[in-house]
């Protein structure tokens, strides 16, 4: 029993904090959060040399075959650093076709995404749809799919899209292909960019039939966002910290006073919790399968209530100037609030984890 | 990374469940002396086998568990719903803090009765004026010769009608500043000058007491740690009651909450619903304590894990009994609700537990104190005084 990353994931982790801390400094993150593409081609190929790009892909397919430890590592230095990067859609694209894609789509596109060289993201939720995650109203229909999907992060970047469809399997469309529609939505959270994707009888190949592979996608995904906003509520939590310690009203730093300080304390209970559970899940997904799906739905559902509470605890902690533009705590609360409510919110896993437990 | 046990350790659980099953001690009477009997006899049922003091070095009698040992024990023991031990403050608390402070002759005179039951412990911290602030105790002792004379009121001492022994802080320098003036005595409670008052709580059961001490005698050899160092001695007393409890609170935590879900699957709904376990509400309420149950489970190894690596457990090991007893209050709530007019009557188990668990917030350091802890020494926010 022993709860501390082995040495290379603590490489991994070393590696990945200084990299970001150095690439994105504030005024970067805020460029890219008013730049409609969102990162620049340099980022992406240093990300690639990193091995990064590479992560979930199998050894075989020319990738580095890390498992889901490592990704979480990854994706809470991303949320900490609140780094504006297609990474997630693109991995999260990438572990549906290392789940279920066809031998023919594997050596296609498994490759090139390793080597950074092709983008992939998901295109999920419908325009006209519930929000469940594993529900689609999309038909197919002889090869061809017509569908508007919402939300789709970092499309405009990507050269294939994997779509959820009404038949519970998923399709890969090129981005390019004629009948694909991609415009940009105005974000709740500026550093990930999203966009709507219309689909007219666009060419669509289906991955294989394969829910069991496609669900431990779903619940790595999951897992890693949970990750990433336990990053982005520490960096929130020190910012309210180091505040409290510095601001002085009525003669002492607000951080003397209890209003504040137990707050303060009330985020690392929520902080710690997220982070537990994110690296409980992360090890159920490589070592106890049968854990997978209740860990990766516990790690959501409390990481998008904790994202929130803590980044808005924050904001308050920081009185007035927390609300302005010109401080960098929004683009914090806005992401935690937009992974809140990405595949699934937090009502959503609550109820699977419910169903899993027999309730 | 590695979440699970070793071939060792579960080979430990194997061995100590076995060895529960082979001894369970069958339902505890009722009434106080009779369940009090029932426990030391069980106690010494678990010192003949071997677990009783697992935490202890094996020179003391005890069995020198480590530290993941000592979690898988008491995770075992509530799970194995096994009754609680006579000795319970003398084993997780007196022992230890002999052990760690006491000299050679006290470790011997002191800590084999522990083991056996033979002599029971009580803990003499809190007083009428003193509860968060414990350092600022008045319980007063004056040295007379060889001996000091105690006068002043304690509360909430569990067991105190059937200690001998009482953990007793008590200020031997009245001009020090507070947290120096104090003393860590181990008093005879077996004197007409310690007069012990059940203090009935708002469960309608007595489970603590008030301690009346007017002119107690308390040999001088009987300070444990040094006269003048009672505030550090106390804080290991302390440190030994948060570190051991978190285990087996949360599996108790696990254990109330399956009862809970039965509860919900087999009670009507006030709602369209059919059961309460079908009301969405219900439902997710349901859920949200079955995560934080998990995360008081992962917090607890992570801070064994912190713990073992650096010598003292990391942030996350200062929030367990803070967030076990919201757990708690919140897990006693939902019976209450789903109980519907039910919950008017007291007439059963939850009754009990969603008024004991008004104190958990309170028991060990309240909630208040531990945000204060958590700020000051975690976060390194400044100091409120």
């Known amino acids: 029993m022993n709860f501390d990353f082995t040495d290379d994931q603590r490489a991994i982790k070393r590696t990945a904090r200084e990299f970001l801390t150095a690439r994105y400094p504030a005024d970067t993150v805020r460029t890219l959060a008013g730049d409609d593409r969102g990162f620049t081609d340099e980022q992406w190929r240093e990300l690639a040399e990193l091995g990064w790009t590479g992560l979930v892909v199998p050894e075989a397919d020319g990738g580095l075959g890390l498992g889901a430890v490592e990704l979480v590592v990854i994706q809470e230095e991303l949320g900490y650093a609140l780094a504006p990067t297609p ?56 090869g061809k799919l017509t569908a508007t999907k919402i939300a789709v992060p970092d499309a405009a970047a990507a050269d294939v899209l994997i779509v959820a469809a009404a038949d519970g399997r998923h399709y890969l ?40 592979r496609i669900g431990h996608a779903y619940h790595t ?58 690296y409980w899940a992360g090890w159920a997904l490589d070592h106890e399968p049968g854990a997978a799906a209740r860990a990766a739905s516990m790690a959501k559902a409390y990481a998008s209530d904790a994202g929130f509470r803590v980044t808005a605890s924050a904001m308050q902690v920081h009185g007035g100037i927390g609300f302005t533009w010109e401080h960098d705590l929004h683009f914090f609360l806005k992401r935690a609030k937009a992974n809140a409510h990405a595949f699934g919110d937090a009502r959503w896993h609550r109820e699977r984890v419910a169903e899993l437990a027999g309730v | ?149 105690v006068t002043g009121q304690k509360v909430w001492t569990t067991f105190a009608q059937h200690a001998k022994w009482c953990m007793l802080v008590a200020r031997t320098d009245a001009d020090a500043p507070k947290h120096k003036g104090l003393s860590y005595f181990l008093m005879d409670m077996d004197q007409d000058a310690v007069q012990v008052r059940p203090l009935v709580q708002i469960t309608g059961e007595a489970e603590f007491n008030e301690l009346f001490i007017e002119e107690a005698r308390i040999p001088h050899e009987n300070i444990v740690g040094g006269e003048g160092n009672g505030w550090a001695v106390a804080i290991t007393t302390l440190m030994h009651e948060r570190a051991t409890l978190a285990f087996g609170l949360q599996v108790r935590v696990q254990i109330a ?129």
């Open chain 2, 257 to 385: 909450l399956a009862e809970l879900i039965e509860k919900a699957r087999s009670t009507r709904a006030s709602t369209a619903a059919h059961f309460a376990s079908e009301d969405p509400v219900v439902r997710q309420r349901l859920a949200q304590l079955l995560i934080e149950a998990e995360v008081l489970r992962l917090n607890a190894y992570r801070g064994l894990t912190a713990t073992m690596r650096d010598g003292v457990p990391g942030p996350e090991g200062s929030l367990g009994k803070w967030h076990w007893s919201d757990v708690n209050q919140s897990l006693t709530e939902l019976a209450m609700e789903i109980a519907g007019p039910r919950a008017m009557l007291a007439e059963d188990e939850w009754t009990y537990r969603f008024l004991r668990a008004r104190a958990n917030s309170i028991e060990g350091g309240t909630t208040e104190i531990l945000k204060n802890i958590v700020a000051e020494r975690v976060l390194g926010l400044p100091r409120m005084r």
């Open chain 1, 87 to 142: 990474f997630f859609s693109n991995v999260a694209a990438t572990l549906l076709l290392v789940a279920a894609g066809t031998d023919a789509q594997r050596s296609r596109w498994l490759g090139p995404l390793a080597r950074g060289e092709a983008r992939a993201t998901i295109a999920l939720w419908d325009e006209h749809g519930g929000w469940s995650p594993d529900v689609s109203e999309a038909e197919a229909s002889g």
């Open chain 1, 173 to 212: 469309v090129g981005a390019s292909s004629p009948g694909v529609r991609i415009e940009a939505e105005r974000a709740l959270d500026p550093t990930r960019k999203l966009f709507s994707v219309a689909l007219d009888r666009a060419a669509a190949d289906p991955l294989a039939l394969e829910p069991a």
């Open chain 1, 221 to 278: 995904i999951v897992t890693a966002l949970a990750a990433e906003t336990v990053g982005v509520a520490q960096r929130a939590m020190e910012m309210a910290v180091s505040y409290a310690k510095d601001r002085k009203q009525f003669g002492r730093p607000i951080g003397a006073y209890q209003a504040v300080s137990h707050r303060c304390a009330q985020m690392l209970l929520e902080v710690e919790g997220a982070r537990s559970l994110a």
């Open chain 2, 1 to 149: 990374m590695d979440l699970t046990l070793s071939p060792n350790e579960l080979a430990f659980r194997d061995e100590l469940r076995a060895w529960l099953q082979a001894n369970d001690p069958g339902r505890e009477p009722a009434g106080d002396e009779a369940e009090f009997a029932f426990r030391r006899e069980w106690q010494r049922s678990l010192h003949a086998g071997g677990w009783a003091g697992v935490s202890w070095p094996t020179e003391y009698g005890g069995r020198g568990a480590t530290l993941i040992e000592q979690a898988i024990y008491n995770e075992e023991i509530v799970r194995a719903k096994a009754p609680q031990t006579a000795n319970v403050l003398g084993l997780a608390m007196g022992g230890p803090t002999v052990i760690a402070h006491g000299t050679e002759e006290q470790r011997h005179r002191y800590l084999p009765p522990i083991l056996s039951a033979d002599e029971i412990w009580c803990q003499g911290f809190s007083e009428p004026d003193s509860g968060s602030d414990l350092a600022s105790v008045n319980t007063r002792a004056t040295r007379h010769g060889d001996e000091w004379v």
